[in-house]
């Protein structure tokens, strides 16, 4: 029997964790989803990545007024992607003021933003929950091009493109007094990587970037918080070796003039082993391979995904 398609099958719902990191910060993890950052201010909240719906950000707006009834002046995108972004709606009835991204998360949600929704809807239904409430792309309202600063009344919060990795785009949200990093998916933690929009090669120079922050607590893209500096290291050790042991397994793959599908075998050697055990694996590896093997290849901008390409790749790579 085939596999189901990407995350189709996943139907079960996960455990919400609303972890206190610091006087002003809070993580709001979901075993493996999609993971977002709160940091509350003296004269109002910023969110780090919105949920997937206006319906699923409600769950994480009644975790913060659990905690706080300041309005949510910001919201910053960590990345384009779809499971990210499509609840920034439900915060404008919160005072939201500004929707945030970097430079290049604009240019890939002009580019690719519509393709992007519609696939990513349709490989993980359960994570869009309440579809119907979207009211289309969400674009941001301040784009920056390396760095700014904001300051939440005394609270100094850095917002910076290290540079690539996950997506052409990948926004941090720092803050330095209290060493709480907020990585978006540049990081992952006992999760796989999802590379199919991936600079895989400048990925670890900006894991080396972002390593020199020296963070004590890092929230990533997916996984657990990070408590430690010790855990903090663990993380970007583990994204570290997944992104260039799958380059490796594409480069391989190409020198010995394989096609995809030979390629996927061939990932799956020195995958497998390190990473198979992990939550949404199977979903990712289809969509890693096509891009490892693809940059591999010589095509430095990744190609966009499209629901009807995620099926033709995926209907290809079934053994």
């Known amino acids: 029997m085939a596999k189901a398609f990407a995350s189709q099958a996943d139907l079960e719902e996960k455990k919400i964790t609303f972890t206190q990191l610091s006087e002003n ?9 999609p993971n977002s950052g709160v940091i509350v201010g003296d004269d109002g909240v910023l969110i780090v990545d919105t949920t997937a719906t206006p319906a699923m950000a409600q769950d994480l707006i009644a975790k913060i007024r659990s905690v706080t009834d ?19 709606s439900a915060y404008f009835a919160e005072g939201a003021e500004q ?18 929704m519609k696939s990513e809807i349709e490989r993980f239904p359960r994570l869009f929950a309440g579809v119907e409430t979207v ?9 920056f091009e390396k760095e700014i600063t904001l300051w939440l009344g005394k609270l100094e919060v850095k917002i910076a493109h290290l540079g690539s990795g996950h997506t052409k785009g990948d926004t941090v949200v720092w803050l330095p007094s209290q060493k709480v990093l907020f990585s978006g998916d540049l990081v992952e933690y006992d999760a796989a990587c999802y590379c199919g929009d991936a600079q895989l090669e400048q990925w670890p120079t900006t894991l080396k970037a972002l390593r020199a922050l020296d963070a004590d607590k890092l929230v990533p893209g997916r996984g657990p918080a990070l408590l430690s500096p010790a855990e903090v290291n663990k993380g970007i050790d583990y994204t570290k070796d ?3 042991t799958l380059l490796q397994a594409g480069r391989d793959a190409v020198a010995e003039k394989l096609d995809l599908k030979g390629a996927m075998a ?14 949404i694996y199977e979903h990712c590896l289809p969509f890693d391979v096509s891009r490892a093997y693809d940059e591999a290849s010589g095509l430095a901008h990744p190609r966009i995904w499209t629901a009807q390409r995620d099926k033709e790749m995926w209907t290809a790579l079934q053994d």
Do not use: C, N
């Not at 929707?99 to 992007?116: F, H, L």
């Open 70 to 88: 300041k309005p949510i002046k910001y919201v910053v995108l960590s990345h384009y992607h779809a499971v990210r972004v499509l609840g920034a």
């Open 99 to 116: 929707v945030i991204a970097s430079r290049g998360t604009y240019e890939m949600i002009v580019e690719r933003g519509e393709q992007d």
């Open 25 to 33: 910060t809070y993580a709001y993890t979901a075993e493996g989803d």
């Open 242 to 244: 997944f992104v260039t």
């Open 266 to 279: 061939l990932a799956r050697k020195s995958m497998d082993p390190k990473f198979g055990q992990v939550f």
């Open 135 to 143: 009211p289309g792309l969400t674009w941001p309202t301040l784009v």
